[in-house]
């Protein structure tokens, strides 16, 4: 039994976010948005956002209880689980990583956040945007591999991970609906042991969260080495869970 008891809706600026609109809030104990997803509705508690965030773009008044997320905060939470070169410099991930060490969730739910944009129309709900994914940057190579990071360090926290989506998605998360959300089985962890003893031997920590000011002393194809092993970790866990 999972003694943790916030369940936390990780809400993305996808043009099908605006379904989340219409949610009851009864199966969410907290909601983070990120960027502009605070304008999809007024009950949010966490709005997170990167340094680059514009004012003008930001809430002009908080509601009793909200509070924004900087980098000043995230950037030490993230670096608790690895940091930004392991884990991945997307705002979707970053605000994983920050809900499992502020919150300590027992569920965490992504809607509005599948990262996929080679399709016709808008990229983000409010028209077409700078995607984060899109960005040449080398913590991005595989947004599956981030993904599954994120959710075994979730699980070795007691925490599920899905995405409240069923189309197609980079999130490898199962999906999952909203009022279903306090059933499913927690992964094993058992695998995480070969990627992190990797990362510890590479060390490319950044306690600042400025890596892209030190991209020389990295090398890729280490990290996509490093990227296809926790990738392999998640699936062999995914489907010990199903045996």
């Known amino acids: 039994m999972i003694d943790q008891k916030n369940t936390v809706l990780i809400l993305g600026s996808a043009p099908s976010a605006m379904a989340a609109r219409d949610w009851s809030r009864c199966p969410f ?21 990167p340094e680059d965030f514009s004012t003008e ?68 709900f409010y028209g077409n945007g700078a995607a984060d994914p899109l960005r040449d940057d080398i913590t991005l190579r595989s947004l599956e591999a981030k993904s599954a990071r994120l959710a075994l360090f979730g699980a070795s926290q007691g925490c599920r991970v899905v995405r409240l989506s069923d189309g197609e998605s980079r999130l490898v998360y199962p999906s999952a609906k909203a009022t279903e959300l306090s059933s499913g089985s927690l992964l094993s962890t058992k695998r995480m042991s070969a990627p992190l003893q990797l990362e510890a031997e590479l060390g490319y920590n950044v306690p600042s969260g400025r890596y892209w000011e030190t ?16 990738l392999s970790a998640y699936q062999a866990c995914a489907l010990d869970a199903v045996a």
């Open 215 to 230: 991209t020389q002393q990295f090398d890729v194809d280490k990290i996509d080495a490093l990227d296809r092993l926790w």
């Open 57 to 124: 773009k930001r809430p002009e008044r908080l509601n009793t209880g909200q509070k924004m997320v900087s980098a000043d905060d995230y950037v030490p939470r993230q670096n608790e689980f690895g940091g930004f070169v392991y884990a991945g410099g997307t705002m979707a991930f970053t605000a994983g990583y920050w809900a499992l060490s502020v919150l300590r969730p027992k569920v965490i739910a992504y809607f509005g956040c599948d990262m996929v944009y080679d399709g016709p129309g808008q990229t983000h």
């Open 29 to 49: 104990t907290h909601i983070v948005a990120i960027n502009n997803a605070w304008r999809i509705r007024q009950d949010w508690d966490f709005l997170i956002h």
